[in-house]
């Protein structure tokens, strides 16, 4: 195995990977996926010197398909009102949701119930962390103390955020499927083509720059060697005050197959359908 090649376990008892093309109603693929794989690891561990690319998914158990009725909301919060409410220009009027709000709607789910995965991904050092001479057996290492013990940043979810994670850490992600399908009694012949599915919404490439905000030494040696004049230009463009790359949000979809109850992940082996707003 790889050093920079994790493996995480994660399970839950909901589960709903929505399906970009339901406008409505939520319905979730069969399977979580790899954009949605990023987010549960990024919830456990992740720094602007380091990113993460999805190489597999093995699949413990599929879950059950079960519809569910739930209370949503039919408005947003804009940016814009929350610094009013901020100034106390204007009285905070929050959304009210819940059944028969103004602002509440009950619309349906398909979702998955009893689901667990096995991750693995290649942990990999941006722009920035080649940059600061980052090491990426610091970060490999990191990530298991904290997969191990059960610590992250924020609860990790299945697509929605009450759908709560668990995870552990584990060593060798084949011999552990092969562990967990004897314990439950499963067997791991699952076949299917799966279709279009969505493969994530920033390009990893893109991600590979790295992403911080400036603290005010940083920025006094960024502005020591200019004249007034020149700051106030630079100041008045977006995200003056940060490093690295402002990724904006491209969907790219690909081809899943599982085989043997394996969903091939890696950018480089499965079939791309569209990447930064082209297709290929």
Request: a positive charge.
């Amino acid at each position: 195995m790889n050093e920079e090649l994790i493996n995480i376990r994660v399970w839950g008892e909901w589960a709903c990977f929505t399906r970009p093309e339901m406008k409505v109603e939520r319905v979730s693929y069969p399977v979580i996926t790899p954009s949605a794989a990023r987010g549960v690891l990024e919830a456990i561990f992740w720094e602007p010197q380091m990113y993460y690319i999805i190489d597999s998914i093995r699949v413990v158990r599929k879950g059950l398909w079960s519809s569910i009725r739930r209370n949503e909301v039919t408005s947003r919060i804009s940016i814009a009102n929350a610094k009013k409410w901020m100034s106390g220009t204007v009285e905070v009027s929050p959304i009210k949701a819940g059944g028969g709000a103004e602002d509440g709607t009950q619309r349906n789910m398909l979702a998955l119930k009893d689901v667990e995965y096995i991750i693995s991904a290649h942990v990999n050092l941006s722009e920035l962390g080649k940059k600061a001479d980052e090491k990426l057996l610091k970060y490999c290492n990191e990530i298991k103390r904290r997969a191990s013990s059960g610590k992250c940043f924020h609860r990790p979810s299945f697509g929605m955020r009450e759908f709560a994670v668990d995870f552990d850490w584990e060593d060798n992600a084949k011999d552990a499927l092969q562990r967990r399908l004897q314990e439950i009694g499963y067997t791991n012949n699952w076949q299917e083509d799966l279709g279009l599915m969505l493969y994530d919404m920033f390009d990893w490439q893109e991600r590979g720059a790295g992403f911080k905000w400036l603290n005010d030494s940083e920025l006094k040696n960024r502005f020591s060697d200019m004249k007034p004049s020149e700051q106030k230009k630079i100041k008045k463009t977006n995200y003056w005050n940060a490093e690295g790359s402002h990724v904006k949000p491209s969907a790219a979809f690909f081809r899943a197959y599982v085989k043997d109850s394996v969903m091939d992940c890696h950018p480089s082996r499965v079939e791309m359908i569209c990447r930064s707003g082209g297709y290929e």
